[in-house]
């Protein structure tokens, strides 16, 4: 299995829900980048909204740069891998992340993107208990996130790919069909004396 597993996406397409599928199936450990933007922003006594979720993580890039959440979540993932547990990253965001992740050489990191039709996101995002957000909020959302954050290179060049619109265990079996072909690419490979580079089985 990949030691560390990043879930890539736009929101609602199921990332956590994808997360919580290979923590069952796998026993991955989950490592959630927004929450350290959540408990920054609960840190500071503010709402917790979209639009002060946003002001934090703008304000931690601005001072730390566009990797920072990555930067500050590589302790915690170090030390899940030295107890022996593969980790799995739901949240993401940019090519930035990405590649201060790849750029420690002790970090095998795999990407899979979970995808979804734009209209069942907005309607998976309007009805969630947790932070509902509106068509336009998610509108907003998609066009801060490609523009600004440079969340697209990650998914449209993930290593896996799942789509995520029809229910729970057709998602499940999505993923682990996925999984299990990826694993067999790499044991192909291995087998044939050949050392696949990341996210790579050919």
Not at 111 to 136: C, F, G, N
Request: aromatic share 4%.
């Amino acid at each position: 299995m990949p030691a560390v597993l990043a879930v890539v996406g736009l929101a609602g397409t199921g990332k956590s829900e994808a997360t919580g599928l290979l923590v069952q199936k796998y026993g991955y450990s989950a490592i959630y980048f927004g929450g350290i933007v959540v408990d920054e922003v609960q840190r500071r006594g503010l709402p917790l909204r979209p639009a002060s979720e946003r002001a934090v993580r703008e304000e931690l890039r601005a001072a730390e740069g566009m990797d920072a959440i990555a930067a500050r979540s590589i302790q915690p993932i170090r030390e899940r891998l030295d107890s022996g547990e593969n980790v799995v990253i739901d949240g993401l965001y940019s090519t930035a992340e990405l590649s201060r992740l790849r750029a420690e050489s002790d970090l095998d990191v795999v990407t899979l993107a979970v995808h979804a039709p734009r209209w069942l996101r907005k309607k998976r995002l309007r009805t969630r208990p947790v932070r509902p957000l509106t068509a336009k909020e998610v509108d907003e959302r998609d066009w801060f996130e490609l523009s600004n954050l440079d969340k697209a290179p990650p998914i449209v060049l993930a290593d896996l790919h799942v789509v995520n619109d029809g229910t729970v265990n057709q998602l499940a079996e999505n993923i682990y069909r996925t999984i299990e072909g990826f694993l067999t690419k790499i044991e192909s490979a291995v087998a044939a004396g050949t050392r696949p580079t990341t996210g790579s089985a050919e």
